[in-house]
């Protein structure tokens, strides 16, 4: 398909590819009328499992939220559904890698409280997303530059009824969809999936960024179907003590609450973010839940440059591989936090990996 002076929706321009993912092809656009860049993800109409409508369709219905990309147009060009989205900045994953796979315990905890609220915010919405990892958070660009937003939200599903909130049945046999290596035990076990297996998978994530890597990964096999019960046995076999160990006991305890949920519980999301907030609040010497006000911005962004020659030419393991320039120069300002906690700059130790 050929890009050159090509547009969707009469008004906005494809220029070039800057990602793809299993579900289609992300390029860089721009408004003819207003110059403002924004994103087209496009799909083929032949696409054996087209899903792009779906995902707009779900981008629609949580329109409004905080960190949740706005979708400006969708439709059909040529041959391909197309669909016209916020740019934003890299994923969390591209930030990990240039941070040489390793957060600091106080980035980790700053981006806790950002990701529990967006996930809160799905759910709100009768969705469960399905998909948490870290490539699917992505750092917003200008003035959002500390703002952490969520995407792709083909794999999402209604969990309940949106008006009567009457819960989805309790199913078993059921396919793995999402990221095996931050899947919920329960997903591995073939359990239909509800709200505590987006947040168990956010746990993995929490720890991933904490310990460079999980105990699970790099696991060979012949086929997926024999990896994913490699991961799955080595998930279920490896004691939260061991998962979590030499980092705060916050990490543990969050895991194991999540664990412990029923199919149709509502996890305590306010409770979640305290047990982090508290545990920033005692590891920066500020009183625990220190009202009003908010957090200004983190300098993740003063690092921009690196970041773009860094990664420029890499190809990391992802669904969504970030390939832009432009994203990656529009790297985050920040990572801001709500109401409640304490203003803390970090420092250049704080973003190569060094916790205390």
């Not at 400006?72 to 559904?81: A, M, S, V």
Request: charged content about 25%; glycine content about 10%.
């Amino acid at each position: 398909m050929t890009t050159m002076d090509l547009r969707v929706g009469n008004k906005y321009r494809i220029g070039r590819k800057i990602g793809s993912g299993s579900f289609g092809d992300i390029y860089l656009g721009t408004n003819i009328i207003s110059g403002e860049e924004i994103a087209i993800k496009l799909e083929s109409v032949k696409a054996k499992h087209p899903q792009l409508e779906y995902e707009a369709r779900v981008y629609k219905s949580l329109a409004g939220g905080v960190g949740i990309p706005f979708v400006r147009w969708f439709g059909t060009e040529c041959d391909y559904n197309a669909m016209v989205i916020d740019l934003l900045g890299p994923s969390l994953e591209d930030l990990f890698n240039f941070c040489n796979r390793k957060f600091s315990l106080k980035t980790v905890l700053l981006l806790a409280d950002q990701l529990i609220s967006r996930i809160e915010y799905i759910h709100a919405k009768s969705f469960i997303h399905r998909d948490i990892k870290p490539d699917n958070f992505l750092m917003g660009i200008g003035k959002r530059g500390n703002q952490v937003n969520v995407i792709d939200f083909g794999l999402a599903k209604k969990y309940r009824d949106p008006k009567t909130h009457f819960h989805i049945p309790y199913r078993e046999n059921k396919n793995l969809t999402g990221t095996a290596r931050y899947a919920s035990i329960n997903t591995h076990l073939g359990v239909e999936q509800s709200r505590r297996d987006d947040m168990e998978s956010l746990g993995y994530v929490m720890l991933y960024f904490c310990r460079g890597s999980l105990p699970w990964q790099g696991l060979k096999a012949a086929t997926k179907k024999q990896k994913y019960d490699r991961i799955m046995e080595k998930k279920m076999t490896t004691p939260t003590e061991v998962l979590c160990r030499g980092f705060p006991n916050e990490f543990a305890v969050y895991l194991n609450y999540t664990r412990s949920l029923r199919f149709d519980d509502k996890p305590d999301y306010s409770y979640l973010r305290k047990i982090f907030r508290d545990l920033f609040s005692a590891l920066v010497g500020a009183p625990a839940g220190v009202p009003g006000g908010s957090l200004k911005p983190v300098p993740l962004g003063s690092h921009r440059r690196k970041l773009v020659e860094r990664t420029a030419g890499e190809s990391h393991d992802t669904n969504r591989a970030v390939g832009s320039d432009r994203m990656l120069r529009s790297a985050s300002r920040g990572v801001h936090m709500g109401p409640g906690y304490p203003v803390h700059r970090l420092k250049r130790d704080d973003i190569t990996g060094e916790w205390y």
